[in-house]
Every structure is written in C-alpha cells, then in structure tokens.
C-alpha cells in the first residue's frame, strides 16, 4: 500500500524560504514520477511541480519557475520541495503525489497517490 507522509510547512513572511519533504513508502519508487501540488481556499488543486522517474527531468509550474527546486532521494524514496521569495500566493495545502509513468503533464488528475498534505501559510 503506498503511503505519502508531507512535512515541512508552516507560516513563513513574504519573502521567506520552506522546504518540504515527502517520504513515500509501500513500493518501490524508482519507475514512478512525483509531484507537488497545492490547493488555495476556494480554487482548484494545481501542480507546483513535477520530477521524473528516469533521468529526474523537472517541470516547475510557471507561476513558481525560479522560486521553486524540486528533487528526489532515490534511495530514501523521498522527494522535496525547496520554496524561496514565498508570495502570499503561494499559501495552501501543498501535497505530494505519484504515479508511474512519465512526470509531465504535472496535472493533479495524472497522479494517483497522494498524501494527507501540508499547510503553508505565507503572511504579506
């Protein structure tokens, strides 16, 4: 059974930096892609970011392109989310997802284990 465990978030001021984590567990993760995900109050989940399973290509949305680093652990079968000049924006449950198969699209509907999710609240 997969599981996905999200850490990491918090409130942080404009300008500020998180780093999430994501520890995945129950197969073997190295044929899967994986992903980041928010959700806003009041709007629709959307990808922040995706990595790929095979050579760790990665697929920042454009909102957070230049703000954002995703990376993966192969071994430990973690994937992180380095976030820095947060945005008030960017506050919301941010999620880690995985599917197998390739990583782009990074579309919440693409991926099919998710985790519980993580608040992140960024203050102006």
């Known amino acids: 059974q997969v599981q996905l465990v999200e850490s990491g978030g918090g409130l942080v001021q404009a300008g500020g930096s998180l780093r999430l984590s994501c520890a995945a567990s129950?197969?073997?993760?190295?044929?899967?892609?994986m992903g980041w995900f928010r959700q806003a109050p009041g709007k629709e989940r959307e990808g922040v970011a995706c990595i790929s399973s095979s050579d760790g290509a990665t697929y920042p949305a454009d909102s957070v392109k230049g703000r954002v680093t995703i990376s993966r652990d192969y071994a430990k079968n973690m994937v992180y989310l380095q976030m820095n000049s947060l945005k008030p924006d960017d506050t919301g449950v941010y999620y880690c997802?995985?599917?197998?198969?390739?990583?782009?699209?990074?579309?919440?509907?693409?991926?099919?284990?998710w985790g519980q999710g993580t608040q992140v609240a960024v203050s102006s």
């Open positions: 997802a995985v599917r197998e198969g390739l990583a782009f699209p990074c579309w919440p509907s693409r991926y099919n284990y």
């Open positions: 129950g197969r073997t993760f190295s044929n899967y892609a």
